[in-house]
């Protein structure tokens, strides 16, 4: 039986905890989520102890089957900031804040 997700794409430009985990659950329902990372990491990398390998255990609960990539935003103007080339054409869902990048929209639909 095929996960009711599989075959989705979701692009995740999320940190903490409530974006992570909402891709989490997408991600057991069988998407192939992408995390879109910050060069510095996201916050809840240090929330410990407990420590598991120099990571707290609460990121790497929330980020579960997924890829993690890493984008260097600083100095970008918000209006010119978009999904990674490849990713934003074929996504189905971004989990995240609304002015890292922007989903196309169809001509007509705000």
């Known amino acids: 039986m095929a996960s009711p997700l599989s075959g989705g794409l979701v692009v995740e430009i999320a940190q903490n905890l409530a974006g992570p985990f909402a891709g989490e659950i997408l991600a057991h329902m069988g ?11 996201d916050d809840a990398r240090g929330w410990g102890p407990p420590f598991w390998r120099g990571t707290a255990p609460a ?19 918000p209006a010119t900031r978009r999904a990674p080339p490849g990713l934003e054409e074929h996504n189905e869902e971004i989990v995240g804040e609304p002015d890292a990048t922007r989903r196309p929209q169809a001509e007509g639909h705000a």
């Open 31 to 41: 998407a192939d989520v992408v995390k879109v990372g910050r060069p510095d990491g």
């Open 59 to 77: 990121f790497l609960a929330v980020n579960t089957n997924k890829r993690i990539i890493c984008l260097d935003f600083d100095g970008v103007r």
